[in-house]
């Protein structure tokens, strides 16, 4: 006979094999903003990548819609200490933002509406591990979570998922970004609990 107390199931959870070192799970969504949240009306949105070159690569909302899109399940994790696992996304893969993209840079920042940045270097947005988010569980993303649309790059703290995202500017070097500047780590792996600097 089996007695499986709260206790027992909530201890196993906080040793789940899908939570880095420091962190705890939570169900709720918190919302962690810097700023107040911008008012971006999908008639004026645009999302940008930016070469060395000076070429722009643009999509207006409805070219971006256009794209194909991916559903996404993934665990996210805040430097704040909190994770939530098994998150649902829809957005477009920056693979295929990257497609016609020509760079020597092996750097990126991200740049929002109202002004945030953050830096990743290429490598962590290809290969199927970042996406430009547009849908939480099924749903058009939240203005406070980052809408229209948001950097989604869950194998990194969560602060390297910029919401409001406008576009990308490739780089030379890995200069930090707002909280990279404010002793955030440079990179931010979660499971190497790389948290500040
Ligand atoms: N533009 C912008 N993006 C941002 C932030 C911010 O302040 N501004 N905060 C970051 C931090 S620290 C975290 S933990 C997550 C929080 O996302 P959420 O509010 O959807 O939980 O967004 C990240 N992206
Ligand atoms: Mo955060």
Known sequence: MAIVSRGFGSRRRESSP?????????TDFPVLSAGPTPDIDTDDWEFTIRTETGQAHTWSWEEFLALPAEDVSTDIH??????????SWRGVSLDTLFEDVESSHDFVMAHSYG?????????????????????????????????PARLL??????????????????QADDEPGFWEQNGYHLYGDPWREQRYW
């Open 18 to 26: 899908d939570l880095p070192p420091g962190q705890f799970l939570t």
């Open 153 to 170: 790059v869950p194998h990194l703290y969560f602060w390297k998922s910029a919401k409001w995202v406008r576009g990308l500017v490739m």
């Open 115 to 147: 002004g945030y940045t953050t830096n990743v270097p290429l490598e962590d947005l290809l290969d199927g591990k970042a996406w430009i988010a547009y849908e939480f569980d099924g749903e058009p993303l939240e203005p406070e979570h980052g809408g």
């Open 78 to 87: 805040c430097v704040t200490r909190w994770s939530k696992l098994g998150t």
